[in-house]
């Protein structure tokens, strides 16, 4: 069975972010791919802040890393970049983490001006890691995500779709 890892790079479980992140889960549950999240705000904080490679909790998220062949990244846009919070924790990943992967950017920003952020801030990261092979960034726009305090998220159809198409790649990938 093929592995995933969700790395949720937000800063709160109650974000339109994990609305993507349940409709990945979704897909991945159809799919028949086995999968871990990370929500990245629930590591430690000092281990994040203090660069900590020695921490048993970073070790422990970077082996769920190294086990999975299909690598999402979520991230809100925070000053027209990914979160700092996100990048605290991707510093920790050893050298060439993402090396043989198929990564999945997937965003959600409070408008459309910063659809680029993800190409020209999160993926040369991504590169560095030793990531080649890169999915289409899916940006959807904070509108798109309904929340409701009972009946939980509703993701448009127009971003739904697109989410969608993407992740079919992931079935006719090796
Ligand atoms: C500190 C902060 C900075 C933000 N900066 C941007 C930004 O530069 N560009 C943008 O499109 N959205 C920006 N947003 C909006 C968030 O991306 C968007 O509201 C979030 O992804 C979804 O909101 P939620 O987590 O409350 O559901 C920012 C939000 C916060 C809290």
């Known amino acids: 069975m093929k592995k995933a890892v969700i790395i949720n790079g937000g800063n709160t479980r109650n974000s339109r972010l994990t609305a993507i992140q349940q409709r990945v889960e979704g897909f991945f549950d ?3 791919i086995a999968f871990e999240t990370i929500y ?6 000092e281990d994040l802040i203090a660069a900590n490679f020695n921490s048993e909790n970073i070790k422990l998220v970077n082996q769920q890393v190294e086990n999975a062949e299909i690598v999402v990244i979520l991230t809100p846009i925070y000053k027209a970049s990914y979160t700092g919070i996100l990048k605290t924790y991707l510093d920790l990943l050893p050298q060439k983490a993402l090396e043989g ?3 999945v950017p997937l965003a ?3 408008s459309a001006y910063h659809l680029l952020a993800i190409e020209y801030a999160l993926k040369p990261v991504l590169s560095v890691l030793g990531a080649t092979e890169i999915l289409n960034t899916v940006y959807i726009i904070d509108k798109q995500i309904e ?4 009946d ?3 993701i448009e159809e127009e971003a739904e779709k697109r989410l969608t198409t ?3 790649h992931l079935l ?3």
């Open 40 to 45: 990245v705000h629930e590591l430690p904080p």
């Open 101 to 103: 992967k198929i990564i």
């Open 172 to 174: 006719t990938r090796k």
């Open 166 to 168: 993407e992740l079919q």
């Open 108 to 110: 959600v920003g409070g």
């Open 30 to 32: 159809n799919a028949v």
């Open 147 to 150: 929340r409701s305090e009972t």
């Open 152 to 154: 939980g998220f509703k």
